[in-house]
């Protein structure tokens, strides 16, 4: 097809992927110059990207009791001997398969009795699989053949409330089980009454909603922020405890609540200037972490990837586009199949379907070697700094060249909550120290699915719109379709269409 026959056939469904309106697509007030004030001094900008953060967890005290009935429906779930499925798509996938693994560390009786899945299977935990967000019965394939029965509950995510793929699998979860669903999502219920698909799931009797609207992201549209912690935050704290009352309930969901909101973000502070000089050199990182930690920091990493237009983790058969400016490693096991079995604690859940080709099968996954053995083989084609996160002590330790931090956090999913909250914090930094979005708008955001050719379009237009030139949406959308065909897998198009423009 022509970029113009693209162009149409996009613009006739556009009206269900048009989400400029929605508050998680929106721009934060707060971080409107972001950018500038990380180039003043990454102190300032982390300021900044910890008052995104603090305001959307306030707003999460507000929503105690609601996430306290999610806490129930758990329980009683296990109580019927039935069994707790996670799904989501991008962030949202990542963090169900952050909260199995989680399960299993914690409490290794139950570790069988939570499943989680995400759009293109765990393969997409380390590198996105374009368009499976958009199909429908994608979702309710994977969840089939999972297993999902009857007496077995789901927990669908999707930040923004609206991704077919989550969609697809919690409208086919109530013809399976008789337990009702449950469906979380971020944008107030008003943003999502136009889009037809949306608005099924939330007038549907037999799915009950936990809409955990916090306003917009600190990046604008970038999900894997505000919306994917506050969301980590309700369904951890619902399934890894068991709480005998109401007030066992309220006591740890204000204590993780408060130690969030009372850590330093400035402790990164000298950690992004040292690792944003390492890419500066032209060399890279090789982030070497303890296993307890590791998928929540490759949560991190690989999400970097389609937010800001890197290059994704290479493997020995896809080196064309070079090296990743970061990878991550298992330091403690010396075998990609080994890596992979302890960061999940089982092993992968990767798709054969027979379309794919075999393109992200459990082969394909095993590529990404995250071993110390892949971590030898990375640092003797190009040149590596080691970043070392570890937990120790009921602390997470980081340590870059001569910079050594140290952060406390008192059980396993509070670190990993902090860790999330900072690394995001910390990524983001050293983007903006890169030029890899201007104010808070992501310039270098990647067109992959149908969600986010409309977000390049519209971001296309508000930076039009800020150099005082108004151009139409229709228009936006043909030269994107053009510059797709042109241009390399990471190069900007948001700043070329911009250029051509």
């Known amino acids: 097809m022509t970029p113009l026959e693209k162009t149409k056939e996009f613009l006739a469904i556009s009206d269900q992927f048009r989400l400029g309106h929605l508050t ?106 374009e368009s499976f967000e958009d199909k429908v019965d994608y979702g309710e394939r994977q969840l089939q053949e999972l297993g999902f029965r009857e007496g077995d509950f789901l927990i669908a995510s999707t930040e923004g409330g609206e991704t077919p793929f989550v969609i697809g699998a919690v409208l086919h979860a109530t013809t399976l089980s008789k337990i009702e669903p449950y469906f979380l999502y971020c944008n107030p219920d008003e943003d999502l009454k136009n889009i037809h698909r949306s608005f099924e799931v939330i007038q549907h009797p037999k799915i009950k909603k936990l809409n955990l609207t916090t306003g917009p992201m600190a990046i604008s549209g970038s999900t894997r922020m505000q919306a994917s912690t506050v969301m980590t935050l309700a369904i951890g704290a619902s399934l890894l405890f068991t709480y005998k009352d109401r007030d066992a309930f309220h006591r740890n969901w204000s204590h993780m609540i408060q130690e969030l909101l009372v850590q330093d973000y400035s402790v990164m502070a000298d950690l992004v200037k040292a690792e944003s000089k390492i890419y500066q050199d032209n060399e890279y990182v090789n982030y070497v972490c303890s296993h307890e930690l590791g998928i929540s920091l490759l949560t991190d990493t690989t999400e970097r990837s389609p937010t800001f237009s890197l290059r ?73 700094h080691s970043f070392y996160v570890k937990w120790q002590d009921d602390q997470i330790h980081f340590e870059l060249g001569n910079c050594q931090k140290k952060v406390d956090a008192s059980d396993l999913f509070l670190a990993h909550l902090k860790l999330k909250v900072l690394m995001n914090a910390h990524s983001t930094a050293i983007m903006g120290l890169l030029g890899r979005y201007e104010g808070n708008i992501m310039t270098w955001v990647r067109p992959s699915n149908l969600k986010l050719i409309d977000r390049s379009s519209r971001y296309i237009m508000k930076l039009c719109e800020l150099k005082g030139r108004k151009v139409s949406y229709e228009e936006v959308v043909l030269q994107v379709f053009t510059w797709m065909e042109k241009l390399e897998e990471n190069e900007p198009i948001v700043q070329r269409v911009l250029k051509e423009i």
């Open 312 to 384: 994704s983790f290479e493997s020995p058969d896809d080196l064309k586009q070079g090296y990743s400016l970061c990878y991550l490693f298992l330091s403690e096991q010396s075998s990609a199949e080994g890596a992979w079995f302890k960061l999940l604690e089982r092993e992968p859940r990767a798709l054969n379907w027979s379309h794919l080709d075999g393109k992200i099968n459990i082969e394909k996954l095993h590529h990404f070697d995250i071993s110390s053995k892949g971590e030898k083989l990375r640092s003797a084609k190009v040149p590596t």
């Open 24 to 129: 998680t697509e929106s721009f934060h007030s707060v971080t409107m110059n972001l950018s500038s004030e990380l180039r003043k001094s990454p102190e300032s900008g982390l300021a900044l990207l910890k008052e995104v953060d603090r305001l959307a967890l306030e707003k999460m005290k507000l929503k105690e009791s609601e996430v306290y009935a999610l806490s129930v429906a758990i329980q009683d779930t296990f109580k019927r001997g039935g069994r707790v499925f996670m799904c989501g798509c991008g962030a949202t996938g990542r963090l169900s398969l952050v909260l199995e693994t989680l399960m299993k560390k914690m409490h290794p009786t139950l570790g069988d009795k939570v499943l989680s899945f995400m759009a293109g299977g765990d393969y997409a935990l380390i590198k996105s699989v």
